[in-house]
């Protein structure tokens, strides 16, 4: 996969697919096994609607990128996260 392709793509994605609780998206992607991870990092629980969002830019990055394998979403709680999820991508940061 193109990690730069990945990456622009991912930025736009994550952008349109937030709302104001969303406080930063991270995305990575695993060649070895061709896993594409998104986690979406909330200022709370995070509800449905994030959930949803997180769900909905993994749709699009799987639309854009066929040779994914596997895919994972997390939608986590910023504030309780305990640092599980380890990703070098961070494609979105709420100002």
Do not use: H, Q
Request: some cysteine; proline content about 3%.
């Amino acid at each position: 996969m193109n990690t730069e392709a990945l990456a622009k793509a991912s930025k736009l994605i994550a952008a349109r697919n937030v709302n104001s609780r969303v406080k930063s998206v991270k995305v990575g992607w695993d060649a070895v096994t061709s896993k594409l991870t998104v986690a979406y990092y909330i200022d709370r629980e995070p509800s449905e609607e994030e959930i949803e969002l997180c769900e909905l830019s993994m749709g699009e990055l799987l639309a854009e990128f066929p040779e994914v394998i596997t895919a994972d979403t997390k939608c986590v709680d910023a504030l309780a996260d305990d640092d599980s999820i380890v990703l070098p991508g961070v494609v979105y940061t709420r100002d």
